[in-house]
């Protein structure tokens, strides 16, 4: 079993109090049901049409979930920096297959831990309850409607500089051409905006 105080632990102990407090004794449940996994860049963590089963914590890179139409065109869903969750949470959901991928986008580590045990250990604690919620509430609501709202209602400008809020560091770390995926542009048009600002 992963030690309590290993740094990787100790970050995704960080995360969850980030969203409600949580006891070491409740989060000590989930001790026994992690693994710390290595990935290598361009690593597929779940295959499109895959039926997802895993949970993952990022502790060190950069993951990004994305699908591809029969021309090739790359779509990228979202990215997943580190000190955040991942996973292809409908399909794990509902189980059935993945309507995309989940890569790796640079060399780093993982936490990764079966979803449905990840719930069983949530259901048995009132403070892991606390904290599923509020991030649900945050991540697939609130995350989820602002992107909503910027792809509707923002020009492409407006989108690369909302996208730059959330994610500084991204544009040095990642190819341009999954930044203009994320944002619905073309790489020519990530490239004139970034010149115009």
Same mark, same amino acid.
């Not at 699908?67 to 969750?85: I, P």
């Not at 780093?108 to 048995?124: A, H, S, W």
């Given at each position: 079993? #992963? ?29 026994? @049901?992690?693994?710390?996994? *290595? ?15 895993? #949970? ?12 591809? *139409?029969?021309?090739? /065109? ?7 920096? &580190? ?42 604690? =009132?403070?892991?309850?606390?904290? @599923? ?5 945050? /991540?697939?609501?609130? =995350?989820?409607?602002?992107?909503? #709202?910027?792809?509707?209602? &923002? ?40 010149? *115009?600002?």
């Amino acid at each position: 079993m #992963i030690s309590w105080d290993h740094p990787h632990i100790q970050l995704f102990y960080r995360y969850l109090n980030g969203f409600a407090p949580v006891s070491q004794a409740s989060f000590e449940a989930f001790l026994p @049901y992690i693994k710390i996994r *290595d990935v290598q860049k361009n690593e597929n963590i779940v295959f499109p049409g895959q039926t997802a089963r895993n #949970i993952y914590f990022v502790c060190e890179g950069i993951l990004v979930s994305q699908w591809m *139409d029969d021309e090739a /065109n790359v779509y990228v869903k979202n990215f997943f920096v &580190e000190s955040h969750l991942a996973g292809s949470t409908v399909s794990m959901l509902t189980n059935t297959p993945s309507g995309f991928g989940i890569e790796s986008v640079e060399d780093g580590t993982i936490l990764e831990m079966n979803y449905e045990r990840y719930k069983q250990v949530i259901y048995k604690h =009132e403070d892991l309850k606390n904290y @599923y919620i509020a991030n649900l509430e945050q /991540n697939w609501i609130i =995350e989820n409607e602002r992107r909503q #709202i910027s792809f509707a209602a &923002e020009n492409a400008t407006e989108r690369y500089l909302s996208f730059l809020k959330q994610y500084p560091k991204l544009p040095q770390r990642v190819p341009q051409w999954l930044i203009a995926s994320y944002l619905g542009i073309t790489p020519t048009q990530l490239s004139r905006i970034r010149k *115009d600002l």
